[in-house]
């Protein structure tokens, strides 16, 4: 009999604030050198729609935080796959920016956004250990790859994993990507089972190319230099995040021998 972790339950969370693209008309997007754009924002926003085909996106309330969210996805996990929460191992909340309160701009990650989900789960056990997984766009297919860890080699039974976020509260509103980021939640409890078959999770795989592309994603200040404020935004070159996809997320779909490093 061999172990091997299922997910037992899943839960999401999905703001219930609809904002359409139209609602960005009144909007004024400028290029990364802090020129305004010479097309019209009707034009920009077509444009966006034909390329990725959204139509619309959820913001969370001025009222939530990324770890109220989170909490919803959890509570939501743990009614669909009725776990006992005094019975998980750890929690991982897979984030970025913390909790950024509306109108605030800046990031609290203390305590650890993981902490005041099991605070506000209200689980008593000890030894349910909480921690935040800052890991980028993929961070809970990250999480899961560690509880992966953890379950299969014995050292847990049940682990509850969550990524969450609200990117809206750290986007530039005179940044043209702003269309596509949004808010939400999702979780998942994985769980350890034996079988002489196998079952789950039966493989992963991971790939960094900091060397050259570690500032595809950054933080930066508002495009519009006339903006008053001294916030810092999501900034992100999406023409050569679009390449790198392309170019690697199919090789990591195949076997390919270990790395060396070059003699």
């Known amino acids: 009999m061999t172990l091997y972790s299922i997910i037992r339950g899943t839960g999401s969370y999905l703001p219930n604030r609809i904002v359409r693209n139209e609602d960005f008309l009144d909007s004024e997007f400028y290029e990364s050198t802090g020129a305004k754009f010479e097309r019209p924002t009707e034009e920009i926003i077509k444009k966006f729609e034909q390329i990725t085909e959204i139509t619309e996106r959820r913001y969370v309330g001025d009222d939530l935080v990324t770890s109220d969210i989170a909490y919803f996805a959890a509570m939501d996990a743990l009614s669909t796959s009725a776990v006992d929460r005094e019975g998980l191992d750890y929690i991982i909340v897979a984030h970025n920016f913390g909790d950024v309160r509306a109108g605030n701009g800046r990031s609290e990650f203390v305590p650890s956004l993981s902490a ?146 070059p003699s």
């Open 116 to 261: 005041r989900v099991k605070e506000k789960l209200q689980i008593e056990n000890p030894k349910t250990i909480p921690y935040d997984l800052p890991f980028g766009c993929p961070g809970w297919l990250q999480g899961v790859i560690q509880a992966n860890c953890y379950l299969k080699s014995g050292l847990a039974k049940r682990v509850l994993v969550i990524g969450a976020e609200t990117l809206s509260r750290v986007a530039d509103p005179h940044d043209r990507d702003s269309l596509i980021y949004a808010d939400g939640a999702g979780a998942a409890i994985l769980e350890s089972v034996t079988s002489d078959e196998p079952l789950g999770i039966l493989s992963h795989t991971v790939r960094s190319d900091t060397l050259k592309h570690a500032y595809i994603l950054r933080m930066g200040k508002s495009y519009n230099q006339n903006y008053v404020n001294n916030n810092l935004y999501i900034k992100m070159e999406g023409h050569k995040l679009y390449q790198y996809a392309l170019k690697t997320v199919p090789a990591c779909t195949r076997p390919t021998p270990r790395w060396t490093r």
